[in-house]
C-alpha cells in the first residue's frame, strides 16, 4: 500500500513539474490520467484528500490553459466535494483560484466573493499555513480592480 501512496505522490510531483515548466498540455493530460485512477486504483475514501488535490492541480492547469469554463466546473467540483467531507484548507484554495477565474473574467464582485469565502474558511478553521495566499490574492484584486474597474467605467461613459 506504502508504494501506492509513493507512486502518487511522484505522478502528482511530475504534473506539478510539468506545469511549472509550462507543459501544461502535457500536464493536462498526465492529471487527467491520474484523475481517472481514483475511480480505480486510488478509489478508497483515504485517497479523497489527494483525489481532490488532483483536481486542484486541474483547475490550475485549465487556467493557464485559458480553459476558464472547464477550470470553474473543475474548481466548483472541489467545492462540492470538500463541503461534504469537511476539508476546509482543499476548499480555501479552491475559492481562491475560483476567484483568479472570475477576475480574468473581469467579474469582480463574483472575484471579491470567493476571495470573502476563502478569508471565512481561514477565519473558521485556523487554516495559519495558508493565510499568504490570501493576501497575495486580495493585493491583485485590489490592484487589478483599481486598474480596470475605473477604466471600464470610463468606457462606458466616453
Known amino acids: 500500500m506504502r508504494a501506492q501512496e509513493l507512486s502518487l505522490d511522484k505522478q502528482i510531483e511530475r504534473i506539478d513539474s510539468l506545469q511549472s515548466y509550462n ?5 493536462y493530460k498526465e ?23 488532483v483536481m486542484l492541480l486541474i483547475t490550475e492547469i485549465q487556467v493557464l490553459r485559458n480553459k476558464w ?5 473543475w474548481g466548483y467540483a472541489v467545492i462540492d466535494y470538500t463541503d461534504r467531507y469537511n476539508f476546509p484548507d482543499i476548499a ?8 483568479i477565474i472570475y477576475e480574468q473574467a473581469e467579474n469582480y464582485e463574483q472575484c471579491l466573493n470567493q476571495i470573502n469565502k476563502a ?8 487554516l ?4 499568504s ?26
Open 23 to 27: 507543459h501544461v498540455d502535457e500536464a
Open 31 to 53: 492529471a487527467n490520467l491520474l484523475y481517472s485512477k481514483f475511480s480505480s486504483i486510488y478509489s478508497d475514501e483515504k485517497y479523497l484528500k489527494d483525489k481532490l488535490n
Open 69 to 73: 469554463d472547464e477550470a470553474g466546473e
Open 92 to 99: 480555501y484554495s479552491a475559492h481562491l483560484k475560483l476567484a
Open 119 to 126: 478569508y471565512e474558511l481561514y477565519k473558521a478553521n485556523n
Open 128 to 131: 495559519k499555513k495558508l493565510f
Open 133 to 158: 495566499t490570501y493576501y497575495i490574492r486580495k493585493a491583485c484584486f485590489v490592484v487589478i480592480s483599481t486598474i480596470r474597474i475605473p477604466l471600464f467605467i470610463l468606457q462606458k461613459k466616453g
